[in-house]
């Protein structure tokens, strides 16, 4: 499935292919950090993966703990989110997810059967990100306006065979105004992509390492 990527950034502002400029879509200032900045910083930590992980690899993996990670060459849509968050942010969802796991572990989904955490994978299952992101508060609403959705946050989707997708809102406008494009891998490597209606949404997240 290919999806249009011809989108051109100049100035804070997207120029569609009819030559049109459109505002970057950032969240308000948080209190206590500079206007836009978090945002700024997780988008550019996202985008800089594109390019270098090129290959969709689910496969399970033994990694460090905590900043462990599978080669970037490869990886899944997690990859993209931890590795955005850990670049730009400083913040290792690795050891976050692991921590929150492990002292409120009923929380979180059963679907793999485990009766423990497991730091190897935990944070690359997108319903167990989606928990966290629920836990730290950090939900948003789940409309149709694609205005609403603002750079830096995190999108979950279902895809076709009811399987969980996650991307981060980039700051960069599709082709007629109406949506940003999305940063993910959804199964060619990291790419930038208008795909935010293409599935279902199952979450709407804004995280920028702060509780509300």
Request: aromatic residues 8%.
């Amino acid at each position: 499935m290919m999806f249009s990527r011809r989108v051109l950034i100049a100035g804070g502002l997207c120029a569609g292919a009819a030559g049109l400029m459109f505002p970057v879509l950032r969240p308000r200032a948080e209190s206590g950090t500079s206007a836009e900045e978090w945002a700024e910083n997780l988008v550019t930590a996202a985008r800089s993966q594109i390019g270098v992980t090129l290959v969709y690899d689910p496969s399970y993996s033994k990694i460090a703990f905590p900043g462990g990670d599978v080669p970037r060459f490869k990886g899944v849509c997690t990859d993209v989110i931890v590795r955005a968050y850990r670049d730009g942010l400083n913040l290792d969802l690795q050891a976050l997810v692991h921590a929150d796991m492990r002292s409120a572990f009923g929380a979180y989904p059963k679907n793999w059967g485990l009766k423990t955490t497991d730091s190897n994978i935990d944070h690359r299952r997108v319903p167990n990100l989606q928990t966290f992101l629920k836990r730290q508060n950090a939900e948003q609403p789940i409309g149709t306006d694609g205005l609403s959705y603002l750079a830096g946050d995190v999108i979950t989707q279902m895809l076709p065979g009811n399987k969980p997708h996650i991307a981060i809102v980039s700051d960069m406008l599709n082709d007629d105004g109406s949506r940003p494009l999305l940063i993910h891998n959804i199964g060619w490597g990291t790419r930038m992509e208008d795909i935010l209606f293409t599935f279902s949404i199952t979450g709407h997240y804004r995280y920028s390492g702060q509780t509300a």
